[in-house]
């Protein structure tokens, strides 16, 4: 009792000397009838349980005070401790000496392999313990440690990054509803592309292959491209877009080896749809006269034709490319087997012109009045890609008149505008702009 009284006194700082003396001997002489507690009075034993629980509940504070600290410098502890980890692994990752590429060129017995160095010459070379021997493939791309040239690990077949980059992740968000006009047309890239992914039972039971690749042909401006990112955007197959000039390459048979490549993604991720686009620049007509330049497009273009003869059948993987120069293109591209589809995306005609007007204007602000009839009878000759500019120019004329709202006279000057410019353009053929 007295030892626990001494320890509350300790730890109470401002509990007086002379006040704790329930053991000094004036206590114990005054007021005899409170010895029965031992020499102290009930008033201070009452005073000292009030301290000792104000001290009670002052010490429980303390140690959820210090539990929570704990708690906390524990947390911290092991987050420190998984950036010690992170950078230890960083640094045995830094200190690790680079591996070399190897193509394996034969598989001897006792786990004996030939490999093709990416330095050079050919080497016999043992596998890690890790790699099962029988995945490994003739072709197939190792990687090999620098000394020994044991074969460390088997790498992914390479993947240009242009090849890779082709596919289209993030869909346009143009849709069928956003092309006017070319209702045929788009009826018969559904059939001849979508059709043939989505139920080739349908071919099957005809008995016929479906047509490989669908050609678009057309003047500039009619919507090519334009049909190609609905399509991509409608269809549930991998979308894979490739423009022709990005298969001319510096290298002889760099381009080759795109194609290829190209051909290799499609039926990986097939079903899929590959749409080349502008392809004239690599399916020009072959001639006798050629630079070396053209000779090296002229390989990149039979490779195509090879690609779409294909020994791997091209099931799965339907081809459309788009061309606004026809006339150029090798016969070898046209004929049947190939690119034996070929639909004409002409130019608007008069229901076709009012709908690509109403398609440009859906979020303009114009008089209730304006007859969309009216406009395109007046655009006789107009591409779709002219109409769109005669509506972005008639909301421009409506901006310098300090107008809200887009006039009829607006689009009049606007038609009279880009129809002219188109005229004069076509009417000096000679004018070049550097
Ligand atoms: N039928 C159409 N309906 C709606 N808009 C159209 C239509 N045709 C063309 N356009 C407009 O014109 C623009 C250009 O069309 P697009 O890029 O498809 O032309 P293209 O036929 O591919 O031409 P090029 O042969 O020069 O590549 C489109 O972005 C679109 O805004
Ligand atoms: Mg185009």
Redesign the pocket.
């Known amino acids: 009792m007295i030892l626990a009284k001494k320890d509350v006194s300790d730890l109470k700082m401002d509990v007086d000397e002379d006040s704790d003396g329930g053991a000094t001997p004036e206590d114990s002489k005054s007021g005899k009838e409170d010895e029965i507690y031992g020499g102290v009075t009930e008033e201070e034993l009452i005073e000292r349980i009030e301290i000792l629980q104000a001290d009670n509940i002052r010490l429980l504070e303390e140690k959820r005070r210090l539990e929570n600290e704990k708690h906390f410098i524990e947390t911290d502890n092991l987050r420190l401790q998984r950036e010690v980890q992170r950078l230890r692994g960083e640094l045995a990752r830094l200190k690790r000496p680079p591996l070399i590429i190897g193509i394996v060129k034969d598989i001897l017995s006792n786990d004996r392999v030939v490999v093709k160095s990416t330095t050079g010459p050919d080497f016999v070379v043992s596998v890690a313990d890790h790699i099962d021997v029988d995945k490994l493939m003739m072709g197939s791309r190792v990687s090999l440690n620098k000394q020994s040239l044991t074969i460390m690990d088997v790498l992914p077949p390479a993947v240009d990054p242009i090849v890779s980059g082709a596919e289209v992740i993030e869909r346009p968000t143009?849709s069928y509803d956003?092309?006017?006009?070319?209702k045929e047309q788009i009826r018969e890239v559904r059939e001849s592309v979508e059709l043939p992914l989505v139920r080739p039972d349908l071919y099957e039971g005809v008995g016929i292959d479906p047509p490989k690749g669908v050609l678009?042909v057309?003047?500039?401006?009619?919507?090519?491209?334009?049909?190609?990112?609905a399509v991509a955007h409608e269809t549930h197959a991998t979308f894979i877009r490739l423009v022709g000039s990005e298969l001319v390459q510096k290298y002889i048979g760099e381009g080759a080896r795109l194609v290829r490549e190209l051909f290799e993604m499609a039926r990986e991720k097939a079903p899929a749809v590959v749409f080349i686009?502008?392809i004239d620049a690599i399916g020009a007509k072959r001639l006798d006269v050629a630079t070396s330049g053209d000779r090296e497009v002229q390989r990149t273009l039979m490779q195509l034709l090879a690609e779409m003869d294909g020994f791997e059948p091209l099931s799965g993987v339907r081809l459309i490319a788009?061309?606004?120069r026809p006339d150029i293109l090798d016969d070898a591209l046209l004929r049947p087997g190939r690119f034996d589809r070929i639909i004409e995306?002409p130019l608007?005609d008069l229901a076709?012109r009012k709908?690509?007007f109403k398609?440009?204007t859906r979020n303009m602000n114009m008089v209730k009045s304006l007859k969309f009839d009216e406009l395109a009878a007046k655009t006789e000759g107009a591409?779709?890609?002219?109409?769109?500019?005669i509506c972005t120019e008639a909301g421009m004329f409506a901006i310098r008149d300090n107008r809200r709202r887009v006039m009829k006279k607006d689009f009049m000057a606007a038609i009279k505008k880009v129809l002219e410019e188109k005229e004069e353009g076509e009417s000096e053929p000679g004018v070049m702009f550097a």
């Open positions: 143009v956003d092309i006017g006009g070319l678009m057309g003047p500039p401006g009619t919507g090519k491209t334009l049909l190609a990112k686009d502008e788009a061309t606004n995306i608007p076709a709908e690509i398609i440009h591409t779709g890609a002219d109409i769109k500019s």
